[in-house]
C-alpha cells in the first residue's frame, strides 16, 4: 500500500508504509466514553505514555468533551486542562496532536509541543484558526461540522451524505488554502457522529474512496461511537461504550484496507495490529507476493 501522508510529520511516521493510530487522550470531565478517566494531569501523562507503549503513532489531547449535546469550556479551562499533558508528552518524545476548536489554544499547545492540530470545525468555529496554522505550518485535521455539540444533532439534514460531506470538505479545504494553509498540511475527516445520526455513518466509512478523492489523507474517528453502539444493540438498548471497542477495531481494519491514513482510538493495542493486518493484506495483493 502506498500511504499519502501529509507533512511536515516526524520520519519515521512519514516513512510508514500503513495507516496510522492516534491514541485518544481526553482531559476532560464528561466525554461520552471515558469522561472523567483522565482528568487529572498525571493520570492524563501516564495514558499518553500507556498508549505509545501499545503502539499508538500519535497522541491526541483533547481538553474540551464534543459529545453530543456537550457545552462550551472556558478557553482558560481548557488550555488548562491540555498544556500540561502535551508538554510532558512531547518531551517524552511523542507526536502529540491537540484537539481544540481554538485558534489560541491550537497556537498554546504548538509552543507547548504539539506537532499536530486536529480541529474538529475544520475551522468553522473560529476565524483565526487557519491563520495559526497557517502561520505555524504544521499538520491539520479539518473534520466535517456543521455547528457545536449542543446543536449538532438537529444539522443532519443530507440530500447524499456523502456527496455532501465531500463537498463541504472541499470547501473547507478550500478555505484552508485560501488562508495561506499550504496543501500538504491538510488531512480530512467526515467527521463520523458529528451531526450525523447512525444509519449516515455507514455510507461515509463504505465510500471512503468519495473522500479520498479529494487528494488529501482521511483520518477516522468511529472509536466508541453512537452508531455503534445500535449496531450491536441488544435487548437492554445500545452497547455501552466501553462494549463497542472490538467493533471498533473491526471498523480500524476495513478503514486501514481502503486506505485511511489515520484512525483516531481509544483502546490502542486491537487497532495497532489491525493497521499491520491491513498493510499486510494490501501488500500481499498489490505486490503479488504469494510465499
Ligand atoms: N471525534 C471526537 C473528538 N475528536 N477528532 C477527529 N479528528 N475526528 C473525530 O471523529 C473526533 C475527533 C469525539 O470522540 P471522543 O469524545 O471520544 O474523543
Not at 483520518?219 to 466508541?224: N, P, V, Y
Request: hydrophobic share 50%.
Amino acid at each position: 500500500m502506498s500511504v499519502l501522508h501529509p507533512a511536515p510529520l516526524r520520519a519515521d511516521l512519514a516513512a510508514a508504509d500503513r495507516t496510522l493510530v492516534m491514541g485518544v487522550v481526553n482531559v476532560t470531565p464528561d466525554s461520552f466514553s471515558d469522561g472523567g478517566r483522565w482528568f487529572e494531569p498525571d493520570a492524563a501523562i501516564a495514558h499518553g505514555l500507556a498508549l505509545i507503549e501499545q503502539g499508538a503513532d500519535l497522541v491526541d489531547v483533547g481538553g474540551e468533551s464534543t459529545r453530543p449535546g456537550a457545552e462550551r469550556v472556558e478557553p482558560d479551562e481548557e488550555r488548562a486542562r491540555v498544556l500540561p499533558v502535551i508538554s510532558a508528552l512531547a518531551a517524552a518524545g511523542a507526536v502529540v496532536s491537540v484537539d481544540t476548536t481554538r485558534a489560541a489554544v491550537a497556537a498554546d499547545a504548538l509552543e507547548a509541543g504539539a506537532s499536530v492540530v486536529n480541529d474538529v470545525s475544520g475551522g468553522l468555529a473560529d476565524p483565526a484558526m487557519l491563520g495559526v496554522v497557517a502561520d505555524a505550518g504544521v499538520v491539520y485535521v479539518a473534520m466535517h461540522w456543521r455547528g457545536p455539540s449542543d446543536v449538532m444533532d438537529a444539522l443532519a439534514d443530507y440530500d447524499d451524505v456523502v456527496v455532501d460531506v465531500r463537498d463541504e470538505l472541499a470547501a473547507r479545504l478550500d478555505a484552508a488554502v485560501a488562508a495561506g494553509v499550504r496543501v500538504e498540511q491538510v488531512v480530512l475527516d467526515p467527521g463520523l457522529g458529528f451531526a450525523k445520526p447512525g444509519s449516515d455513518n455507514w455510507p461515509l466509512l463504505a465510500h471512503l474512496d468519495a473522500l479520498r478523492a479529494l487528494g488529501r489523507p482521511v483520518l477516522i474517528g468511529a472509536s466508541r461511537k453512537r452508531f455503534l453502539g445500535h449496531l450491536l444493540a441488544g435487548p437492554d438498548g445500545p452497547a455501552p461504550p466501553e462494549a463497542r471497542d472490538e467493533a471498533t477495531v473491526a471498523v480500524t481494519a476495513l478503514a486501514a484496507e481502503a486506505g485511511a491514513w489515520c484512525v483516531r482510538v481509544h483502546e490502542v493495542a486491537g487497532s495497532a495490529d489491525a493497521v499491520r493486518v491491513a498493510a499486510a493484506w494490501t501488500a500481499a495483493r498489490t505486490g503479488g507476493g504469494r510465499g
